[in-house]
């Protein structure tokens, strides 16, 4: 399957999936953040594709940077992260972010 | 002070997608959202009832359903929540729900005192007619100020107000006598969190819920579809436009050269347009 | 499943076209809001958009509140039953439970296509309101542990994929590409056929079981749902005894106010009682070795899946071959791929786990 996913075929735009999500984004309040780092660990490196919304990437300082605005709050980066401690994770304000249609 | 803020339950036209095959506008699964513009307008009702005291009112016409979005009005920190829901008002337009939501005014005034101020959004995202607040200025004999962008002066004991208002071209400063409707501009101001005491007090709050009779409407001919001459012909999604973006290549990057060479584009490709506008300045 | 066929096992039955019947798909967004509704009507009080922050003690420890997110936002109570959701961050903060580990909680993506009602009963032989659930393991899960899903509802099918987070970090796999690679897949390509996406979701499941049931209640506070880890990963149930949970603890509490007697842990351990009588506990215990099984055993959902679909093929095709030779092949496939010892540790450990 690995070979599936490396033709290309499948490599899936994950801006496309987060076009058919409902958000209410509470603009410049983020409700996670990466603390600030020279070198990200293995596991905060390893957010830029664990985190199913694509929320995290590398800038190019090699440091690991976020943008909430399509994260599903799933909580994937502060299960992999909480032994290092590098994101501080909160649900956003009651109300805001993620709003499943269907859920 | 009592102000009412009329507002509308809509799809959330966000959501709204156009089939790509069929080209017909696809509806199911798209959640009802409070009208973005009627929260500019509560927020504002809210402040002036916050320096003056009183109260805020909302007003919906709407299925049952439509209590959702009242509730979160009270969430907000609106002090009374009415709906205005029977099936003769299934089907209106612009002119049958002003005429709804007039009657439902006038009962409003019985009921809980005269309001010195309505506000709405400037318009609904479902519509955009911007149609039913000066509607219901109108049926209630009421001065009328629309797309507001601020409110500059209030003095509701001598009875007046001043405001800005956007125009084509401009702002213009309005002053008016007391009572007042006001359609609000959106990005005015930013609506309020409610405290943790207005959740509780929206979540047990009963919600004042009037039938035609109830509101005192008795004239049903110009209810619901009956009362609505407007005419749904066909809904669709607009063709793509024939015409394409051009890229523009250009090397000086100062604001006049850019300027300059946009122009130039534009003027070749619309050959009418600089005689046009020429004429314009000149006449 | 390997990438180009699948091994399947049907069940349908009539039997199941009941009064009442025992399964049901349902759109968390609609049942909630439904459901919502129903609360109300009975009398409760539903505050919404609104986040709990922290619990709030006496200066005993005795939980007698929360304190939420909204201005001027603690509310007292006499019990705090806690249905917070996997992540589970306000028992967690309190000191009621640890964070989740990395391999016993897996990250599960999943998409909402709709179909018209026509096609999909054309397409899944359905009729009236039954519907249809597809379970995959095999390649599709690139080496991880974890399993593929598709399930009908009225006008659309929800398809996604799960897999171990610990295993997804060491994978480099991300998730929306093994869901693409799973949509895509030959045997579930065609059911997705002409649909279209309306909604892509992620949303992490509790899969630790019965050795990660944290403290279920103390003073003042009871836990349900999945902050109590109250799945059942081999059945891929989990609504189901959420809402056992959460109807125990709701009846405990009642019949404790009845008595007039105090919330206390003491007393508040009738809830734990009480659900250990039920399925819920049962089958927890009955599987508690299953977890520590699948996450060690990762032949269960690569290479097995590849010899069984191998074999099936083997048996299948008519290309000549005679079928003792056929036969010994399919053997001979299988001891290759795992030593025979390994094979027959695998059923025993796999036995063991399940009794």
Redesign the interface.
């Known amino acids: 399957m690995t070979g599936m996913v490396e033709t290309g075929v499948l490599g899936a735009k994950v801006e496309e999936k987060l076009f058919q999500n409902r958000y209410l984004v509470d603009a410049g309040r983020p409700h996670i953040k990466v603390r600030p780092h020279d070198t990200p660990s293995k596991a905060l490196r390893s957010l830029t594709y664990t985190c199913p919304a694509g929320c995290y990437s590398l800038n190019d300082k090699g440091q690991v940077e976020i943008t909430v605005d399509g994260c599903f709050e799933c909580g994937t980066c502060r299960v992999l992260t909480a032994k290092t401690g590098e994101i501080e994770w909160e649900y956003p304000r009651g109300g805001y972010g993620v709003l499943f249609k269907f859920g | 002070m009592h102000i009412v803020v009329c507002m509308k339950q809509v799809p959330?036209s966000?959501?709204i997608?156009v089939?790509p095959v069929t080209n017909t506008i696809?509806r199911?699964?798209v959640?009802t959202i409070s009208n973005p513009y009627d929260l500019f307008a509560l927020e504002e009702a809210m402040r002036w009832r916050d320096r003056f005291g009183g109260e805020v009112t909302v007003l919906t016409m709407g299925p049952p359903m439509a209590e959702d979005s009242l509730r979160k009005a009270l969430?907000f920190g609106a002090d009374r929540a009415v709906l205005l829901t029977d099936r003769f008002f299934a089907g209106s337009d612009t002119l049958a729900t002003s005429f709804a939501l007039a009657g439902a005014l006038a009962k409003i005034e019985q009921e809980f005192g005269k309001p010195l101020m309505i506000f709405t959004g400037k318009q609904t995202i479902d519509g955009d007619t911007a149609q039913v607040g000066p509607g219901i200025a109108k049926r209630l004999g009421l001065n009328q100020l629309t797309y507001v962008a601020r409110i500059v002066d209030l003095a509701p004991e001598e009875g007046h107000i001043t405001v800005e208002r956007r125009a084509e071209g401009g702002v213009q400063v309005l002053s008016t006598r007391l009572p007042v409707l006001i359609t609000m501009l959106e990005g005015v101001n930013e609506i309020r969190?409610?405290?943790?005491?207005?959740?509780?007090r929206a979540?047990?709050a009963k919600i004042v819920t009037w039938n035609a009779a109830d509101a005192g409407i008795t004239d049903l001919t110009k209810c619901g579809l009956r009362g609505s001459p407007t005419i749904v012909k066909k809904v669709f999604a607009p063709p793509p436009r024939a015409e394409k973006a051009y890229q523009v290549a250009t090397t000086d990057l100062s604001m006049e050269a850019l300027a300059e060479t946009v122009m130039d584009e534009i003027f070749k490709r619309q050959t009418s347009l600089e005689g046009d506008l020429m004429r314009f300045s000149a006449g | 499943m390997d990438d180009t066929s699948y091994v399947g096992m049907h069940y349908r039955s009539e039997d199941f076209n009941e009064e009442r019947p025992n399964r049901y798909t349902i759109i968390r967004a609609q049942f909630d809001k439904w459901f919502s509704r129903k609360v109300r009507d009975a009398g409760v009080v539903l505050l919404c958009e609104t986040t709990v922050k922290e619990l709030l003690r006496d200066t005993h420890g005795k939980v007698i509140g929360v304190k939420t997110d909204r201005d001027g936002g603690t509310a007292l109570a006499d019990v705090v039953i806690l249905g917070e959701g996997v992540n589970g961050l306000v028992g967690q903060r309190s000191g009621l439970r640890s964070e989740l580990k990395p391999d016993s909680v897996a990250l599960a993506v999943k998409e909402m296509h709709f179909l018209p009602r026509e096609v999909i009963e054309s397409r899944f032989n359905l009729k009236g309101n039954e519907g249809v659930v597809i379970e995959a393991m095999g390649t599709i899960t690139a080496g991880m542990t974890g399993t593929g899903f598709l399930y009908t509802n009225q006008e659309s099918i929800s398809v996604g994929i799960g897999c171990i987070v610990s295993d997804f970090a060491e994978n480099g796999t991300t998730p929306y590409g093994l869901l693409e690679a799973f949509k895509n897949h030959p045997s579930i390509k065609p059911l997705l056929a002409n649909s279209e996406c309306k909604e892509y979701a992620a949303h992490l499941i509790p899969e630790g079981g019965y050795k990660s049931i944290p403290e279920l209640f103390g003073d003042g506070w009871i836990v349900v749902g999945d902050a109590g880890q109250f799945v059942n990963a081999v059945h891929r149930e989990g609504s189901n005894l959420a809402m056992t949970t959460g109807r125990i603890a709701g009846e405990t509490v009642v019949w404790l106010k009845r008595r007039r007697e105090e919330l206390s842990k003491a007393n508040l351990a009738e809830y734990k009682r009480r659900l250990d009588e039920t399925f819920v506990m049962k089958d927890l215990k009955k599987y508690r070795k299953i977890p520590e099984f699948l996450h060690s055993n990762k032949h269960v959902f690569g290479l097995y899946p590849r010899l069984v679909s191998a074999a099936a093929q083997t048996w299948f095709r008519v290309d000549g071959a005679d079928k003792l030779t056929k036969e010994k092949e399919i053997l001979r496939s299988f001891r290759k791929g795992r030593s025979l010892p390994g094979l027959i540790g695998d059923a025993f450990k796999l036995a063991r786990s399940w009794r």
Request: no cysteine; aromatic share 4%.
């Open positions: 959330d966000a959501q997608r089939h696809m199911q699964g959640p969430t969190r409610g405290s943790l005491d207005d959740a509780f979540a047990r």
